[in-house]
């Protein structure tokens, strides 16, 4: 299982190198990211497409058939873990409350491009890295 941040939901639409993993071990191994991260993916996708000059459309489409892949984690289930989770990112991004909260819920690592979660008590894979762990996830 690993929880994933917004910043690796953008890299898979803007990229094939993560939605190739998530295709690849999809079925093996379960993603999950909170609702939010779904969200933080919408609304700064369009910018980073425009920047790109890539069509926004398609991209939106790419995000949309994520949710086949990463199931999304809802607020009631993870809320119980924001108190903690702000207490643990309180000097850095507490936007990112509800990524660490939702892997303290589900009691698995965070997939992210994010230091923020460094030394949160969780550990943390980036995307250079994370096969490693899904390999060695996979029975």
Known sequence: ML???ANILIRAVLGHRVRGLLIKYGGRVDFFAPD???DEAREHLP???QKR???VGPAVDILASLGELVQVVEFDTYSGFESVARQRLAVR???DWPVLAAALTLRCPIWTEDTDFFGSGVATWTSDRVELYLRAAVP
């Open 53 to 55: 000059r890539v069509p």
């Open 93 to 95: 991004d507490m936007d």
């Open 47 to 49: 910018g980073v497409l």
């Open 36 to 38: 939010v991260a779904f």
């Open 3 to 5: 929880v994933l941040d």
